[in-house]
Every structure is written in structure tokens, then in C-alpha cells.
């Protein structure tokens, strides 16, 4: 699959991302999801997943927490970006993947959802995507 990492270039990345699976490109994974909503629904529309790293946990996220919020969930995956971005309580440490679940919590929180059932889905979700490649 593709590991997308876009920045500040949402068009041109939705523009690229249209034309190669338009060529029979495999679909992937939006990584360290900053983006706005209607990134994401284009990403979604192409088949991706959107990852959401501990940036979601931060309080100058608001936007991302909103997009997070109506992220379906059998497309959702929970990132660490470790060494970065590392989750409130962590915020300012170095990140570790043990974090994940910082994030998770967070993101279960804004979502309404139980963490473990979240915690499941995105594993789930993460051995759908990279079935291919692990196992």
C-alpha cells in the first residue's frame, strides 16, 4: 500500500492520488493526518485510510478533532510518528509507540467510543490494509 505524508498541498496530493489510481494504483494510508475534511473525503472516496497521530490530542487541533470525529471507522488507523509528535500528556517528550494509546483514548473521547473497541477496529483495519505485507 502507499504511505502518503502530505503537507500544505492538498490539491496537488488529491490531484496525484486521483490520477494514479486512475491507473490501477493501490490505495493506502493518509499518514500523520493534518489535512481538512474534504482531503479526507477525497482520500476516502480513492479508497485510502486516514492515520491520526498525536497531533488530535492537541489543543490547537480543533479542526482535526472535528474531521476525526466523522472519520468512519472501518478507515481510521492510530499512529504514534515516533520519535515526533508525541501525545499530550507527552507533549514536548520524545514520542514512543506505547503512546499510541494516549492517542487512542483521546480519540475514543471525542468519538463517543469505548477505547478498546477502538483500539480493536484500528487494528483490525491495520491488518486489512497491510495484509499483503505482514503475516
Not at 473525503?41 to 478533532?65: C, E, H, M, P, W
Not at 483495519?125 to 497491510?130: A, D, G, P, T
Request: with cysteine; hydrophobic share 45%; glycine share 8%.
Amino acid at each position: 500500500p502507499l504511505i502518503v505524508h502530505t503537507r500544505d498541498a492538498e490539491a496537488d496530493t488529491a490531484d496525484i492520488l486521483a490520477d494514479e489510481m486512475g491507473k490501477g494504483a493501490y490505495p493506502g494510508v493518509i499518514h500523520c493526518f493534518t489535512a481538512s475534511a474534504e482531503f479526507a473525503d477525497k482520500a476516502l472516496a480513492l479508497g485510502f485510510y486516514i492515520s491520526i497521530s498525536g497531533i488530535v490530542t492537541f489543543k490547537n487541533a480543533r479542526d482535526l478533532q472535528d474531521t476525526a470525529t466523522r472519520l468512519p471507522l472501518d478507515r481510521l488507523l492510530i499512529e504514534t510518528d515516533a520519535p515526533f509528535l508525541a501525545p499530550v500528556p507527552h507533549r514536548g517528550k520524545t514520542g514512543e509507540p506505547a503512546f499510541v494509546a494516549d492517542t487512542c483514548r483521546f480519540l475514543a473521547g471525542l468519538r463517543g467510543e469505548d477505547p478498546e473497541m477502538l483500539a480493536e477496529a484500528t487494528r483490525a483495519n491495520f491488518h486489512r490494509l497491510f495484509a499483503k505485507t505482514v503475516g
